[in-house]
């Protein structure tokens, strides 16, 4: 991302590749996080879940891969979210970055992860500095 480019209004987006039922079993080896509603059917289906949803995190680790192809890694000084709703499996999320302020150097930037059906699942907001 080019500083100059950067004014409030600015969107950034990352199309996500479909959540499956591989990529959750993956995810929970890398991350550690084996918590059956993610990865065991029958695990949900006894507590009144349909099916396995994808873990917080895998979105958030989504919208830190917009972050850094957007911008060098050492340049995000703050990122942060609050989970709103799951992402179920064979889902493809999409993540947005919205400039709200550039200022002193910085860009303040609202983020979410949307579903195709406008579900949002993820809300934050980021500072990344400009160079």
């Known amino acids: 991302m080019i500083a100059a480019d950067l004014a409030p209004g600015a969107v950034l987006s990352l199309e996500c590749p479909t959540i499956t039922r591989t990529a959750l079993a993956l995810?929970?080896?890398?991350?550690?996080?084996?918590?059956?509603?993610?990865?065991?059917?029958?695990?949900?289906?006894?507590?009144?879940?349909?099916?396995?949803?994808?873990?917080?995190?895998?979105?958030?680790?989504?919208?830190g891969r917009l972050l850094t192809d957007s911008f060098p890694q050492q340049s995000v000084r703050s990122f942060e979210v609050r989970f709103t709703a799951i992402t179920p499996v064979n889902a493809s999320p999409t993540c947005h970055a919205t400039v709200t302020d550039v200022e002193d150097g910085h860009a303040h930037l609202d983020l979410s992860v949307q579903l195709p059906d406008g579900t949002e699942t993820l809300r934050g907001r980021a500072v990344v500095s400009l160079p």
């Open 27 to 63: 995810y929970a080896g890398a991350s550690g996080d084996h918590n059956p509603v993610h990865i065991d059917i029958d695990a949900c289906r006894a507590v009144g879940i349909d099916d396995v949803f994808a873990h917080g995190m895998l979105s958030m680790a989504y919208l």
